[in-house]
C-alpha cells in the first residue's frame, strides 16, 4: 500500500487518506482480506497525528470499504458491499412501495429509468 499525503492540497490529510486507501480496494491494488496497518503504524509512516489516520479509518469502515475485526486488525472488505447493501434495501423498501400503489413491474421499471436518467443527465 502506497499513501501519499500533499500538504499544500486542498482536501484534509484525513480525506486524503479516506480516498487513496478506496480508490486502492476497489482498484484491486489492495485487495479483499488485505491487512491494512495499525492506526498508529500509519500515522507515523505518514507523519500525521493518529486520531487523523483514525478519522479516515472510521469513514472508510462506514463507506464499507474496510472491516475492522477487534484486537485481529483492520482489513479490506468487499468491493462495494455497503452500497451494494443500501441499494439493495433501497430496491426492497421501493418493491414494497410500488406493490401497495398497485403499479405493473413495467410502470415500476420505467419510473426507476425516468428517476436515473433525471439523476445521471439524461445519459
Known sequence: MTLKIHIDDSAPPYEQVRVQISEQARAG?????????TVRGLAES???????VAKAY?????????ETRGRNGTFVAA???????EA??????????VR????TESD???????????GYGGS
Open 29 to 37: 491494488a489492495l485487495p479483499v482480506g488485505y491487512r491494512l496497518p
Open 79 to 85: 468491493a462495494g458491499s455497503a452500497a451494494e447493501r
Open 58 to 66: 472510521r469513514a472508510l469502515e462506514s463507506d464499507g470499504v474496510i
Open 100 to 103: 401497495r400503489l398497485g403499479l
Open 88 to 97: 439493495a434495501a433501497a430496491a426492497q423498501a421501493y418493491v414494497e412501495r
Open 108 to 118: 415500476a421499471l420505467a419510473a426507476v429509468r425516468d428517476a436515473l436518467r433525471a
Open 46 to 52: 505518514l507523519g500525521l497525528a493518529a486520531n487523523t
